[in-house]
T-cell receptor
Framework: KQEVTQIPAALSVPEGENLVLNCSFTDSAIYNLQWFRQDPGKGLTSLLLIQSSQREQTSGRLNASLDKSSGRSTLYIAASQPGDSATYLCAFANAGGTSYGKLTFGQGTILTVHP | NAGVTQTPKFRVLKTGQSMTLLCAQDMNHEYMYWYRQDPGMGLRLIHYSVGEGTTAKGEVPDGYNVSRLKKQNFLLGLESAAPSQTSVYFC????????????FGPGTRLLVL
């Protein structure tokens, strides 16, 4: 069974800092990895999706990497802003024809960027 | 496009009462999912559907039933609510394309007293 762990559980940084969020997983038979953002009281918004054959994806100030051999993914946020404050969740879709895109989520990292 | 919508936004139930949560999507997605989110537990899959008229159990299905009579709607039912079902419920949908992401609704906050 896939288990996903996110470290740290919470992170507080000053504006402008570069930061890294970590996600580890136990089963390397994944189809893809996704990073989501969740604002308080809201649903999830997809940030980046990395296929298992890829090593990284970039979108603006965000860069996500995937290392299946070590069972790790990182989300790098450059030049953080107060608007980046949210909970960030990683999730994995397992490989296999009957997976139907079901996702296994980590517990999330609560990020606070203060001015 | 409204995307994925959920009804109601918030509900308070007494133990033993029943209710139905409605999820609707206007993106013509084949796959739909119900998750629950609890503090420190992340999101866990309750049930999912890969097409109209089909449903399957996820990780935590006990105490819930689902139906997908129309492609655009996915209903989650609680027949006899328990305090352990106090949670935030999220619906999501996706195409059959395995390289696509899931699109989430805004959630339903349920409190069972």
């Amino acid at each position: 069974k896939q288990e996903v762990t996110q470290i740290p559980a919470a992170l507080s940084v000053p504006e402008g800092e570069n930061l890294v969020l970590n996600c580890s997983f136990t089963d390397s038979a994944i189809y893809n990895l996704q990073w989501f953002r969740q604002d308080p009281g809201k649903g999830l918004t997809s940030l980046l999706l990395i296929q298992s054959s890829q090593r990284e994806q970039t979108s603006g100030r965000l860069n996500a990497s995937l290392d299946k051999s070590s069972g790790r993914s990182t989300l790098y946020i450059a030049a953080s802003q107060p608007g980046d404050s949210a909970t960030y969740l990683c999730a994995f879709a397992n490989a296999g024809g009957t997976s139907y895109g079901k996702l296994t989520f980590g517990q999330g990292t609560i990020l606070t960027v203060h001015p | 496009n409204a995307g994925v919508t959920q009804t109601p936004k918030f509900r308070v139930l007494k133990t033993g009462q029943s209710m139905t949560l409605l999820c609707a999507q206007d993106m013509n997605h084949e796959y739909m999912y119900w998750y629950r989110q609890d503090p420190g537990m992340g999101l866990r899959l309750i049930h999912y559907s890969v097409g109209e008229g089909t449903t399957a159990k996820g990780e935590v299905p006990d105490g819930y039933n689902v139906s997908r009579l129309k492609k655009q709607n996915f209903l989650l039912g609680l027949e006899s609510a328990a305090p352990s079902q106090t949670s935030v419920y999220f619906c999501a949908s996706r195409t059959r394309d395995r390289e696509e992401t899931q699109y989430f609704g805004p959630g339903t906050r349920l409190l069972v007293l």
